[in-house]
T-cell receptor, first 116, second 114 residues
Framework: EPEVTQTPSHQVTQMGQEVILRCVPISNHLYFYWYRQILGQKVEFLVSFYNNEISEKSEIFDDQFSVERPDGSNFTLKIRSTKLEDSAMYFC??????????????FGPGTRLTVL | AQSVTQPDIHITVSEGASLELRCNYSYGATPYLFWYVQSPGQGLQLLLKYFSGDTLVQGIKGFEAEFKRSQSSFNLRKPSVHWSDAAEYFCAVGAGTGANNLFFGTGTRLTVIP
């Protein structure tokens, strides 16, 4: 069964460093998402991506964040200069080609980012 | 603005007992509602969703949920819980373009005791 994969499973970095979180969505999917979950808090929408551009983004997704689909298979989230408050679990999700409302999003297992 | 409230942080039930997880939402338009489950080390898996029509929706793993507009609720139920149901459960409302941006509640952790 196809699945969304994410690497690494756990990333530890120093404050101020750049990190890139990687996701491989399901191969025929066209819509991609990043969410994050700070420990003990709710899962929060960050950004949606379609046709090589951002469709929508939340207030959390400021200039420190960027997304890219560099090679047609990977979908990355970059944080330019990490802050302590960026420590969270980051989930990637993808959705199929149909544009129907509320098509199921398939989630990856997440990358736990720890900023020291 | 949309929001989801899951009032129960942690619920413990005995195996074989019935289960109800509560979810209340706030959304200005017709809501698109989802329940996801997260097992340890796993991603979020869709259990069921509601868009329109029959207010009682059936999902995978024997779960069902009932949409009650008057109460702004979308509670998840299962008549007989199995030990493998122990996980974190998230209610979400879809918003944005095509209701595809999900806004989640804080989750309810379910513990199942033998």
């Amino acid at each position: 069964e196809p699945e969304v994969t994410q690497t690494p499973s756990h990333q530890v970095t120093q404050m101020g460093q750049e990190v890139i979180l990687r996701c491989v969505p399901i191969s025929n999917h066209l819509y991609f998402y990043w969410y994050r979950q700070i420990l003990g808090q709710k899962v929060e929408f960050l950004v949606s991506f379609y046709n090589n551009e951002i469709s929508e983004k939340s207030e959390i997704f400021d200039d420190q964040f960027s997304v890219e689909r560099p090679d047609g298979s990977n979908f990355t989230l970059k944080i330019r200069s990490t802050k302590l408050e960026d420590s969270a679990m980051y989930f990637c999700a993808s959705r199929g080609a149909l544009a129907a409302v509320g098509n199921e999003q398939f989630f990856g297992p997440g990358t736990r980012l720890t900023v020291l | 603005a949309q929001s989801v409230t899951q009032p129960d942080i942690h619920i413990t039930v005995s195996e074989g007992a019935s289960l109800e997880l509560r979810c209340n939402y706030s959304y200005g338009a017709t809501p698109y509602l989802f329940w996801y489950v997260q097992s340890p080390g796993q991603g979020l898996q869709l259990l069921l969703k509601y868009f329109s029509g029959d207010t009682l929706v059936q999902g995978i793993k024997g779960f069902e949920a009932e949409f009650k507009r008057s109460q702004s609720s979308f509670n998840l139920r299962k008549p007989s819980v199995h030990w493998s149901d122990a996980a974190e459960y998230f209610c979400a409302v879809g918003a944005g373009t095509g209701a595809n941006n999900l806004f989640f509640g804080t989750g309810t952790r379910l513990t199942v005791i033998p």
